[in-house]
C-alpha cells in the first residue's frame, strides 16, 4: 500500500515563509512525477507546482517566483519551498505523485496540510 504523507503546514504572517514536504511509503517501484495542489475554501483544487522525474518543473502563475518545487528520488519525498506567502496561499495543501507498484502507474493522494497565511 502506498501512502503520502504531507507536513509542515503551519500558520504564518504574510510575507513569510514555509516549507512543505511529502514523503512517498510503501511498495514502490518508481515514481514519475511528484506535485503540489492546494484547495482553498469554496474553491477547486488546483495546481500549485509539479516535478517530473527528471526535473522538470511547472508552476502556477500565481506562485512563480515565490514558491520552489524539489526532490530527493533516493527519500521518495518532495518539497515546497514558499516564500513571501500571500492571504490568498492560504488553502489546504496536498501531495499527488505517478507512482509505479506493480505494473503500471497510478496517481496517489496525501492527506493535506493547511496553510493559513494571516496577520
Known amino acids: 500500500q502506498v501512502q503520502l504523507v504531507e507536513s509542515g503546514g503551519a500558520m504564518v504572517q504574510p510575507g513569510g515563509s514555509l516549507r512543505l514536504s511529502c514523503a512517498a511509503s510503501?511498495?514502490?517501484?518508481?515514481?514519475?512525477?511528484m506535485g503540489w495542489y492546494r484547495q482553498a475554501p469554496g474553491k477547486e483544487r488546483e495546481l500549485v507546482a509539479r516535478?517530473?522525474?527528471?526535473?522538470?518543473?511547472v508552476y502556477a502563475d500565481s506562485v512563480k517566483g515565490r514558491f520552489t518545487i524539489s526532490r530527493d528520488n533516493a527519500k521518495k519525498t518532495a518539497y515546497l519551498q514558499m516564500n513571501s506567502l500571500k492571504p490568498e496561499d492560504t488553502a489546504v495543501y496536498y501531495c499527488?505523485?505517478?507512482?509505479?507498484?506493480?505494473?503500471?502507474?497510478?496517481?496517489?493522494w496525501g492527506q493535506g496540510t493547511q496553510v493559513i497565511v494571516s496577520s
Open positions: 499527488n505523485a505517478e507512482i509505479r507498484v506493480t505494473f503500471r502507474f497510478d496517481r496517489y
Open positions: 510503501g511498495s514502490i517501484s518508481s515514481i514519475n512525477d
Open positions: 516535478m517530473s522525474s527528471g526535473g522538470s518543473t
